[in-house]
């Protein structure tokens, strides 16, 4: 399985940003994906879930703000920020929540304020 993040870049807070990771591998409908990312010197943190049936899940820090989003059709999942923070800012990897697989490079998201 290989996990290719995009989207991200460089925005003002109160922007939005719309990411995107496409997921090789016919297992994609059927797990469950989530939204991470690493700030410098942070651990990595799950900001959004989303399970085969649709059904989301957001940490209080991004709860309003993200929302979480799966295309089966073309294995692809996405995550709109709106309202975005300077804490926000971050490198954005998507993965499967259950079976995590290798990390790919993410995407760098980056609110200035």
């Known amino acids: 399985v290989q996990l290719q993040a995009s989207g991200g870049g460089l925005v003002q807070a109160g922007g939005s940003l719309r990411l995107s990771c496409s997921v090789s591998?016919?297992?994609?409908?059927?797990?469950?994906m989530g939204w991470y990312r690493q700030a410098p010197e942070k651990q990595r943190e799950l900001v959004a879930s989303?399970?085969?049936?649709?059904?989301?899940n957001y940490p209080d820090s991004v709860k309003g703000r993200f929302t979480i989003s799966r295309d089966n059709a073309k294995n692809t999942v996405y995550l709109q920020m709106n309202s975005l923070k300077p804490e926000d800012t971050a490198v954005y990897y998507c993965?499967?929540?259950?079976?995590?697989?290798?990390w790919g490079q993410g995407t760098l998201v980056t609110v200035s304020s």
């Open positions: 993965n499967l929540v259950f079976f995590p697989h290798a």
């Open positions: 591998g016919s297992i994609f409908r059927f797990n469950a």
């Open positions: 989303i399970d085969s049936s649709g059904n989301t």
